[in-house]
């Protein structure tokens, strides 16, 4: 008997535009009753600090998780 094969886990991005396939590792918050994921800490703390400047690109990605 043939098992059906697994559906393949939906594609995720980051804010910043990065894959990720264990959503639950990544830091993440909700947006406009939406829940959005960032690649570093230090990218979900600058989206805190103005999310609406950050979802536009206004904010540059941080470069370190600090």
Known sequence: MN??????EP????????KITAPDRYPSALYRGQRVYFCTRACLR???SDPDRFIAGEIE???EDE
């Open 3 to 8: 098992q059906p094969a697994p559906s393949p």
């Open 46 to 48: 600058a989206f805190e």
């Open 11 to 18: 594609e995720i991005r980051t804010v910043c535009g990065g």
């Open 61 to 63: 990605h941080p470069t």
